[in-house]
């Protein structure tokens, strides 16, 4: 049980965060902001919107916001349990130390990981994360070594962002990005587009 329990998040973050109390009221309106993106999202899909309080990217954002309450309210041990549970239900890794505004939207939770601070309307694809870089100590507002996210950030598939960066509003992370530096407002980060190059036959 201990080894389920281990501390792998960034330590100065988790006893910054404690420090601010949530009130539930608070946690209760980041939770509807959270079920109103989904919706948005799964009335789109053929079939519509089915019980989405039971769809897995719902649980995953709801498991995470009981662990950042309990954890704000000075209570790790109860945050850290939750935060396991999460991990094993929905595959999703993140810290109740994490701090994110309403509107969270994990897409698929299994392999999504988030340990930083992020605004309004994150948005994380398949396999896409926000984390801190080891032995990195330089803290930008989100704990050492960790990103700090602004509003209506978009993360696609298998991106991140990776260590003490500023990422601005309105940005997007194109698939297979790992950004390491900071991003302004409106802005797009991409890799260049692959070359094709002609083989020989036979090799």
């Known amino acids: 049980m201990k080894a389920l329990l281990a501390?792998?998040?960034a330590p100065a973050l988790m006893s910054e965060s404690r420090t601010e109390r949530l009130r539930w009221s608070e946690v209760r309106a980041r939770l509807r902001a959270d079920r109103r993106r989904l919706l948005d999202v799964l009335e789109r899909q053929p079939g519509g919107a089915v019980m989405p309080a039971l769809h897995p990217a719902y649980v995953c954002v709801f498991l995470y916001r009981v662990s950042n309450y309990l954890w704000r309210r000075g209570r790790p041990?109860?945050?850290r349990v939750v935060w396991q549970i999460n991990f094993l239900v929905t595959g999703a890794d993140i810290s109740p130390a994490a701090e994110a505004g309403g509107g969270l939207l994990i897409l698929s939770p299994s392999g999504a990981a988030m340990m930083g601070r992020a605004g309004r309307n994150l948005t994380l694809m398949p396999c896409a994360g926000l984390g801190g870089e080891m032995g990195t100590v330089e803290d930008i507002g989100a704990g050492p070594?960790?990103?700090f996210v602004q509003d209506d950030v978009v993360l696609e598939p298998h991106s991140g962002v990776l260590g003490p960066v500023r990422v601005?509003?309105?940005?997007r992370v194109?698939?297979?990005v790992v950004l390491t530096k900071d991003a302004p407002d409106d802005s797009v980060a991409e890799i260049v587009s692959p070359r094709f190059i002609r083989r020989s036959r036979g090799v």
């Open 174 to 176: 194109r698939a297979g």
């Open 77 to 79: 041990l109860a945050a």
């Open 168 to 171: 601005g509003n309105r940005v």
């Open 7 to 9: 501390d792998t998040a």
């Open 145 to 147: 070594g960790l990103p």
